[in-house]
């Protein structure tokens, strides 16, 4: 076996460092996610996934299905409808306070989430410049007064940000920390008026729809706005029918659906979402030390399927900020292109669900423990990811851009290459399959040697344009291994495998290709 080594000096990006415009631009053109119904002008902050999109997000689900259903004895799942009795939301609470505080703008007719709502101004005794933005990090509100300072010709002093303001008692409600501008003095985040955004008043973020042909309220039914209750309305349908014991868990993967006011940062909150949420069942009591548990045990599944320690970290909720089922908050963040964000969520939900649905159905929902011979409601902890967030936050933990030599051609000469380094679980394509010539007799060979590999992964044949132009296609969507098939290989059987990240090259017998293969990708 012959063996080439390439060198690469490689600038690693720092976790969050990475441009989004970057990862959505590439997003788009590889086919990984497109605006939806892009063709009619697209609709607000929904995304359709392409071919690599929908891999990669597929290979997210079945490595969480894996690590929580496959892999314990203790966690089985299920998959329930999206539409629920309109009841299930009023005992489960999402119908009395499930809201977000909105603000609208009298001028341009913008609504803003008021929570969201960020302003920043120029402190000292000359001119307050003034700027607002929702949903957007410190950095940017920063740059907009200070833009607005520089254009009016003054100089730029010390910026505060905070939140806006209304009056102390519902901001106390709301933010539960001081805060900088009065709403009255805050310019409209869209259309720069001041004085236009009305007071908040609180906005259900449940979608409605009507089942049946009648319009009317009695039809009304919800798109669920977490996957979580088909859960506890089925606890005793699955604890009956797996003879489960405390501690045990059901796990469900599926759409979810908010009205958010405020959309944005590419799919990171959209209205139409998936979520991965797993509701783990145990005796009251146990539930601090299940949930100090979930957080070490999430936190590490991310960082097996290669996200940078770096790149997370675990933010305990204030009181102020708690759904209201919940007894306690974990939040796993992730250092998205803009800031730092919420990724994933762990929550001691006590036993507020189950309660709740067994006071509303008249069903009680409770365990037989057979070694103390009592029923009791047993206590939840939940960790609930977002498919979505996932997604953008393997492609951009993994996007770097780096200098290699042209064409992994060993010249002296480099170029940038943009790599996805994802792990080999997450790769949308495991393996491609590169021709040198697309005349036979090689490509005959070449697409036998795909076939070959198709029984075990995800392969993409790929002979257009040339071979340095074809790694760096493979390189950009992340694909770990590539096999090339030369004239030489007609005559002794053998190829020529690459690795993304080293761009090391060796060559070996075509029989041996699976297992190495295999060997390589760990899969
Ligand atoms: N059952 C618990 C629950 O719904 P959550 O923190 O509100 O908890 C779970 O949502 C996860 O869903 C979040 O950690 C986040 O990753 C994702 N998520 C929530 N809202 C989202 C949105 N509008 N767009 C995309 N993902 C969202």
């Not at 799919?267 to 998936?274: D, H, L, Q």
């Not at 694909?479 to 007609?490: G, K």
Request: include cysteine.
């Amino acid at each position: 076996m012959a063996t080439k080594s390439r060198s690469t000096s490689s600038e690693q990006a720092q976790p969050g460092t990475v441009d989004m415009d970057k990862i959505t631009s590439l997003a788009k053109r590889r086919g990984f996610v497109f605006q939806s119904s892009e063709i009619y002008g697209g609709l607000a902050s929904t995304w359709d996934y392409g071919p690599l999109g929908v891999l990669m997000k597929n290979n997210i689900k079945a490595a969480w299905w894996r690590a929580m259903v496959q892999d314990r004895d203790d966690i089985v799942g299920m998959d329930a409808a999206i539409l629920m009795h309109p009841d299930v939301w009023k005992a489960s609470g999402h119908l009395e306070v499930f809201h977000d505080p909105l603000v609208e703008c009298l001028n341009c007719q913008h609504r803003f989430r008021f929570d969201h709502l960020l302003v920043g101004q120029v402190v000292g005794d000359g001119p307050k410049f003034v700027a607002a933005i929702a949903g957007g990090s410190e950095d940017e509100v920063r740059k907009l007064v200070q833009a607005k300072a520089k254009k009016a010709g003054s100089n730029i002093g010390n910026v505060e940000i905070g939140p806006a303001r209304v009056d102390e008692s519902l901001d106390a409600h709301i933010h539960g920390h001081g805060s900088i501008g009065p709403l009255s003095a805050v310019p409209c985040p869209a259309c720069d008026t001041v004085g236009s955004l009305t007071k908040p008043r609180m906005f259900n973020l449940m979608f409605k729809t009507f089942m049946g042909p009648v319009e009317d309220s009695a039809a009304t039914v919800y798109l669920r706005p977490e996957t979580a209750q088909g859960i506890f309305v089925n606890f005793e349908n699955v604890q009956t029918t797996t003879r489960k014991k405390l501690p045990f868990g059901v796990a469900q993967i599926g759409k979810s659906f908010r009205n958010e006011i405020t959309t944005g940062n590419f799919v990171f909150r959209s209205r139409e979402f998936e979520v991965m949420e797993m509701e783990f069942f145990v005796k009251p009591g146990a539930d601090d030390e299940w949930y100090r548990h979930w957080v070490q045990a999430r936190l590490d599944w991310w960082t097996g399927l290669g996200i940078r320690p770096e790149s997370l970290r675990v933010r305990e909720h204030g009181k102020d900020e708690m759904s209201h089922y919940s007894k306690g908050t974990s939040d796993i963040e992730f250092k998205y292109a803009w800031d730092w964000g919420e990724l994933e969520g762990i929550a001691n939900r006590g036993n507020y669900d189950l309660t709740q649905h067994g006071e509303h159905s008249g069903k009680a929902l409770k365990y037989f423990d057979d070694e103390i011979q009592e029923s009791f409601v047993p206590y939840v902890v939940e960790p609930a990811a977002g498919v979505d967030r996932g997604f953008l936050a393997f492609l951009t933990d993994a996007y770097r851009e780096e200098m290699a030599p042209t064409g992994d051609s060993g010249q002296a000469k480099e170029e940038l290459r943009v790599v996805l380094r994802l792990h080999p679980a997450i790769a949308p394509i495991k393996v491609a399959v590169l021709p040198l010539s697309k005349k036979e007799p090689l490509a005959e060979r070449a697409k036998e040697v795909a076939a070959t590999l198709r029984k075990h992964w995800m392969v993409q044949y790929d002979d257009a344009q040339s071979i340095g132009r074809r790694y760096r296609r493979q390189d950009e969507i992340g694909t770990p291994l590539a096999v090339t098939i030369d004239f030489q290989s007609l005559e002794d059987q053998q190829v020529t495998i690459r690795d993304r990240d080293s761009m090391q090259q060796v060559r070996l017998p075509i029989e041996d290709l699976v297992p190495a293969v295999r060997d390589r990708l760990g899969l």
